[in-house]
């Protein structure tokens, strides 16, 4: 990005004119609409140029309905744009209080115009500024994506998105990463890719109408001929008359949002779209320069926002690891206010070159930590990244080192910091599930010593009780935590007992597994290393940092303590039948797949081998594993034929 004399709104030009002449641009559109708000641009276009053509009418953008909310939480929307919009337009434009509005899906497409001359394909642009679209008649002609003949002899002019199924898409992303090759980010930004190059990876697309001139005043009914044409129309999800309730039109805009997803048919939806059904009434109200009076996007809730930085701050893991974090103007971002972000590694500060004062594109989609996706516009004064790296732990004030592309703390034993994120996770709900201890709480025992120095073991030292008591001035307290742990003394399963010490390198999914083959520590490190190979699927090179972790002198006395004190986790042990590989979309998740393959004793893995045992085949499987898999003679299932297969093994056992 290039920080000329212009600022914000010269960067703004810049990025339109990339987006209406080549489909792309640095900033998703979300972005886009966001800093145009702050100074309070609309539209900015792109240029004439050689390539470009003239539109007969103008194809402008459209105005748009921020709704409020939690993206993917229909109950928490609200619709005070909605409503304030309604009751402008009746009292603005009273003679179409009682015309009918179309209500169709705002698809996250490409817009271009097609031109019909005596039933041939004449003419296809790009939308570009609304003016000037750049010329793709060649590329529209070679995708096969649209009629290139139609029954209609009169001059016909469609509008309408290129765009790609998100099924489709996530199958092509799919094989791409099984060939070693990169996916695309997003099919918005693929299909505009493909199209300034010409790419054949057009042909999985498709055009979907959404507008029509030429046959009649109607637009319902004019998408009714185009489909007898052969074209997709975008569909007539319902009507309304400025009149009816709010609720006429928030019934659907919330019924669609089951749909906003894509699916192997359509692509990602990101609102919908009103628009007067009379050409005649479009005509009457008309417009101004960069959008129609007669069709607005009532958009879905936001995922994604700017915001700008005035802060950067360091935080130490429970591994020692040093993470950048980014504090932020309050932004809202799908219902819920951000002021910071995380940058997960010193490298990614570096790589994206953060500073206090810039502003950044931060996403949230559902309940995930906010996501700094990018620095989108850098003042020309601001200080460098590289000023803000620490030299030395925020916590304990040691040294730090540099492992790959992370600063680490070394001082495992005696930095406050680890220490405190260890004790939270012994507690947390997949540990011993004591919810009776927060940070603070924890932040004074370990001040105050209340454990002795003995690590997580000591909360069943003892004379603890009393010590609790005294350390957080409340008997009834100490006893209720002391209580919690004693119940989970006698509920603790391996799995949580394992993830509760923190074994760097064994997380819940890994002790879960294990969990289903040993008894305890000692039975890991007995085991050879071949046989853990198999169970966990990790490598040799792994397997063996995991038993040096497991010898480590804090997890052996945690675990002597624990057990001298009672504490004897409960084990799932069962047989080890096998690998499988899951490919394409099943009706449960992966991750639930995956649990229920394990409880029978079976793992997963990504690749098919000849040791794998079955490849389980959803929607839209990846066609180079179902194809080793017919080489390799590999057992092909189902969803259902796993089901029984499963339901086998249970009765038998």
Not at 18 to 32: E, K, M, R
Not at 274 to 280: E, G, P, Q, V
Not at 306 to 335: A, H, K, L, S, Y
């Amino acid at each position: 990005m290039n920080n000329d004399d212009n600022g914000l709104t010269g960067y703004l030009d810049e990025q339109a004119n990339l987006y209406h002449t080549t489909g792309q641009s640095a900033i998703s559109d979300a972005v886009y609409d966001s800093l145009a708000r702050t100074v309070g641009r609309v539209v900015v276009g792109a240029k004439e140029g050689n390539d470009t053509v003239k539109h007969n009418t103008p194809m402008l953008s459209l105005n748009n309905i921020l709704t409020t909310g939690v993206c993917d939480q229909v109950e928490t929307w609200g619709y005070t744009a909605l409503s304030h919009w309604m009751s402008m337009m009746v009292s603005r434009l009273p003679m179409i209080r009682d015309s009918v509005w179309v209500i169709e899906p705002k698809l996250d497409g490409l817009a271009i115009r097609l031109n019909y001359v005596d039933g041939r394909l004449i003419s296809a642009a790009l939308r570009g500024d609304g003016v000037y679209g750049r010329d793709v008649t060649t590329v529209m002609v070679d995708s096969g994506i649209v009629p290139l003949e139609i029954d209609y002899r009169d001059a016909l002019e469609v509008r309408g998105e290129v765009n790609c199924a998100e099924g489709v898409f996530t199958a092509l992303n799919t094989q791409l990463r099984d060939d070693g090759l990169k996916p695309y980010s997003n099919a918005r930004n693929a299909v505009a890719g493909w199209m300034s190059s010409a790419s054949p990876h057009l042909a999985i697309c498709q055009f979907t109408l959404y507008d029509a001139m030429g046959i009649s005043d109607w637009h319902v009914r004019n998408k009714e001929v185009c489909a007898g044409l052969g074209f997709t129309t975008a569909k007539t999800l319902g009507t309304f008359k400025l009149t009816d309730t709010l609720e006429t039109i928030t019934d659907i805009f919330t019924q669609s949002a089951s749909q906003r997803s894509g699916s192997m048919t359509d692509c990602l939806w990101d609102g919908l779209v009103y628009k007067l059904d009379s050409h005649i009434d479009r005509l009457a109200i008309g417009g101004n320069d960069t959008a129609p009076m007669w069709a607005i996007a009532h958009k879905y809730p936001p995922s994604e926002a700017t915001t700008v930085v005035v802060g950067i701050t360091f935080t130490v893991g429970i591994d020692g690891r040093i993470t950048p974090v980014c504090q932020c103007d309050p932004v809202e971002i799908g219902g819920v206010i951000v002021s910071e972000c995380t940058l997960h590694s010193i490298h990614r500060l570096h790589d994206l070159n953060i500073s206090v004062g810039d502003t950044v594109s931060i996403t949230r989609n559902g309940d995930v930590i906010p996501h700094l996706h990018s620095v989108v516009y850098r003042p020309t004064t601001r200080m460098e990244t590289a000023d803000y790296a620490p030299k030395r732990c925020p916590s304990c004030q040691s040294m730090l080192e540099t492992v790959g592309k992370h600063l680490y703390c070394e001082n495992h034993e005696q930095c406050p910091s680890q220490e405190l994120s260890r004790h939270l996770r012994f507690v947390s709900e997949r540990g011993f599930n004591i919810d009776e201890l927060g940070t603070e709480r924890l932040k004074v025992v370990l001040q105050q010593g209340v454990l002795l120095g003995e690590g997580v073991s000591g909360w069943y030292s003892d004379g603890v009780e009393d010590r609790l008591a005294t350390a957080l001035n409340s008997a009834t307290v100490a006893r209720k935590i002391i209580s919690a742990f004693e119940v989970a003394k006698d509920k603790i399963s391996l799995a949580n007992y394992l993830y509760a010490l923190y074994i760097p390198g064994c997380g819940y999914t890994l002790s879960k597994k294990l969990s289903y083959h040993v008894r305890g520590i000692q039975d890991i490190l007995s085991m050879p290393n071949t046989q853990l190979m198999e169970i966990t699927q990790l490598k040799e090179h792994a397997v063996i940092a995991l038993k040096t972790q497991l010898m480590s002198s804090r997890i052996q006395e945690a675990d002597y303590w624990m057990t001298v004190r009672g504490i004897i986790p409960k084990t799932q042990i069962t047989t080890i039948r096998g690998s499988v590989v899951i490919t394409g979309t099943l009706s449960q998740s992966r991750q639930a797949i995956t649990a229920m393959l394990e409880r029978y004793g079976y793992t997963t893995t990504a690749s098919v081998n000849q040791t794998t045992m079955a490849v389980i085949c959803g929607a839209a499987p990846s066609m180079s594993k179902v194809n080793r898999a017919v080489k390799l003679n590999i057992p092909r299932w189902t969803e259902s034929q796993l089901t029984e297969h499963l339901n086998t093994i249970h009765t038998t056992e």
